[in-house]
């Protein structure tokens, strides 16, 4: 089920990724030759969601790896090593918010580490494994994220969902837009809201073009008529994705996701976050301290570059807000839901997974 397309693919030395971008209007490949590719397609959102940009980033350092090869055999290993932090560095940078691409890029070095420095084989073979293994694994986690989630959606039930976090946000299947898919396959009666979540309007262009590819009962409305279908109890849960999760709780997800999350508290609706445990940052105490991505003045100026402001305006861009654990009715990981009291139970999961 779902099936129906690849989101990354590494073959002949190069990366394959839909390109974003251009969706729904046109289904084109964007081919990644180097690592510098990788970080442009990464920042320029050719690709886009947190467990996306992670297993991306990983073939990046697979692609940088191959490059600085001429630098283990002429120069040193050491050297080569240095290059190799020096293109994580460059990728990590690419999009700051979502802690997936840090994780990712943070298991390419350690895998390298542990590769052993006698050959240049080995390691390349090394790094294409677990380049590979964190692509796979992403979708296995998927999967089980929506088996997990799908316990907390009723028999029949309206969702609203915001941005994308199907397919596409990952390596495959999805993270919230999995739990509905799940949920939805299963024989539930569901019906979808998507913001279409500006100004990136990755809710219309890709969420709306998901949900119809599963055939999926769904509507696509503005972000801002949210606040009237949840007041007026048309809503039976929200779910949605998550950039990054705090120790405490705190969910840092697209933009919107807080002013939803009051509403949902306002009313009573059940708000959940669909992450892998790699999204959980168990070194942020509240997200308070997440940095939060700033985009360009041209998406909220020109939206796909019709200029819809006066010229010299000044814009506020930020890509990601926090939404506070108080307003999170449960966070849905593959190792199970997590519930209040945040802080308690995510050192417990902390803990089970080794001290992370
Ligand atoms: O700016 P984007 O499109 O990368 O933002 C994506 C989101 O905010 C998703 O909700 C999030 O990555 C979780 S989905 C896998």
Redesign the pocket.
């Known amino acids: 089920m779902d099936e129906t397309f690849i989101t990354l693919e590494y073959k002949d030395n190069e990366l394959h990724l839909i390109d974003q971008r251009l969706l729904p209007n046109e289904y084109t490949m964007f081919r990644c030759a180097n690592y510098r590719d990788v970080e442009f397609a990464i920042r320029d959102?050719v690709v886009?969601?947190?467990?996306?940009?992670g297993a991306v980033a990983a073939f990046g350092v697979l692609m940088a790896a191959k490059e600085f090869e001429p630098i283990y055999r002429t120069a040193s290993p050491q050297e080569f090593r240095k290059k190799l932090g020096d293109a994580c560095a460059f990728l990590d940078a690419a999009?700051p918010t979502?802690v997936n691409l840090h994780w990712a890029l943070q298991r390419m070095l350690q895998k390298l580490d542990t590769s052993g420095w006698d050959s240049m084989e080995r390691i390349l073979a090394g790094l294409e494994q677990e380049a590979d293994c964190i692509r796979s694994e992403d979708i296995a986690t998927n999967k089980a994220m929506a088996r997990v989630g799908n316990d907390i959606v009723p028999h029949k039930a309206t969702i609203l969902t915001?941005?994308?976090?199907g397919a596409l946000?990952?390596a495959g299947w999805?993270?919230?837009l999995g739990v509905i898919k799940e949920a939805f396959y299963g024989g539930k009666d569901i019906f979808v809201y998507a913001d279409e979540t500006r100004p990136?309007f990755?809710g219309a262009r890709l969420t709306a073009w998901e949900l119809m590819q599963a055939g999926i009962p769904s509507k696509l409305i503005p972000d801002s008529v949210a606040a009237t279908l949840i007041r007026d109890g048309k809503i039976d849960l929200v779910i949605?994705?998550?950039?990054r999760v705090a120790a405490n709780g705190d969910v840092c997800?697209?933009i919107g996701t807080f002013m939803l999350s009051a509403l949902c508290k306002l009313y009573g609706v059940p708000f959940y976050s669909v992450?892998p445990v790699s999204?959980i940052d168990f070194t942020i105490a509240n997200g308070a301290d997440i940095p939060i991505e700033e985009r360009d003045a041209e998406e909220i100026t020109h939206p796909g570059g019709v200029p819809v402001a006066p010229a010299g305006m000044q814009v506020y861009n930020p890509?990601?807000d926090v939404t506070p654990h108080q307003h999170v009715t449960g966070i849905i990981t593959e190792k199970g839901i997590l519930y209040p009291p945040y802080d308690k139970h995510i050192e417990e999961l902390r803990i089970a997974l080794g001290g992370m």
């Not at 915001?162 to 976090?165: L, M, S």
């Not at 949605?240 to 950039?243: P, S, V």
Request: proline share 3%; aromatic share 4%; hydrophobic share 35%.
């Open positions: 959102m886009r969601g947190a467990p996306a940009i999009r979502a915001h941005c994308n976090t946000a990952t999805g993270t919230a990136r990755q949605l994705g998550g950039d997800n697209k992450v999204t890509a990601f």
